[in-house]
């Protein structure tokens, strides 16, 4: 099975702290995004990475940085928590296949609250 | 528009009943598409990929319309376990690597 981890369920974090959310996968997968959920707006994409050292932006970068060292993780930055940053993080894994591209997988999610 | 788009709901149904979502995109370059459940205060989870024109896994039919753009989802003989909010996912490669768009998702109540 697929497993998709994230250092922590739940984090309260102070208004202007830097923040590390991480996330390992154990499948070798190529391809690793981190997403935030906000009620009545679905999942959004912040940043994706397709390889190593590689990154690109989703629709709503803004406040955040990524880091991906390794193939199997992927890390979410918060340069400045504020608290609009309030939210449930939610990475995810998936192969690249035969062009395509495959279902993704996630972690567990990180409820953050930023106070 | 949104890249996909779902009838939020809920629907309501009784145990056994036959229940369908519909969901549109507006990327005619989509390649592949998924069915998602999600669990109150869970992650998603992977129900079904339709890689062609459709697929089916027991209770669960998708099937996918390209030429309207737009991908279903048929639960047969619903369970209360059923409940969950389904999302409707999009995929399509972008000079090289692939994009998954989500749409907002699809709640289901089912009921005694």
């Known amino acids: 099975d697929v497993k998709v981890t994230q250092s922590s369920r739940y984090l309260v974090k102070r208004t202007g702290e830097k923040v590390f959310l991480e996330c390992v996968q154990d499948?070798?997968?190529?391809?690793m995004f981190w997403y935030r959920q906000d009620p009545g707006l679905g999942l959004r994409l912040i940043y994706f990475?397709?390889?190593?050292?590689?990154?690109e932006k989703g629709d709503i970068p803004e406040g955040y940085s990524v880091s991906r060292e390794k193939k199997e993780r992927f890390s979410l930055i918060l340069e400045s928590a504020s608290t609009n940053q309030t939210s449930m993080y939610l990475c995810?894994?998936?192969?690249?296949?035969?062009?395509?591209?495959?279902?993704?997988?996630f972690g567990q999610g990180t409820r953050l609250t930023v106070v | 528009r949104k890249e996909v788009e779902q009838d939020p709901g809920p629907f309501n149904v009784p145990e056994g009943a036959t229940v369908a979502f519909n969901c549109t995109y507006s990327?005619?370059?989509?390649?592949?598409f998924f069915w998602y459940r999600q669990d109150c205060r869970k992650e998603p989870k992977l129900l079904m990929s339709?890689?062609?024109s459709g697929n089916e896994d027991g209770r669960f039919t998708a099937q996918l319309n390209r030429a309207s753009q737009y991908i279903s989802l048929l639960i047969r003989d619903s369970k209360l376990s059923d409940s969950a909010t389904y999302l409707c996912v999009v995929n399509y490669m972008n000079t090289g690597f692939q994009k998954l768009v989500f749409g907002t998702g699809t709640r289901l109540l089912v009921s005694p």
């Open positions: 339709v890689y062609s």
């Open positions: 990475s397709y390889d190593v050292k590689m990154k």
């Open positions: 990327n005619s370059a989509s390649q592949s």
């Open positions: 499948m070798d997968h190529e391809n």
């Open positions: 995810a894994s998936s192969h690249t296949l035969g062009g395509q591209g495959a279902g993704a997988f």
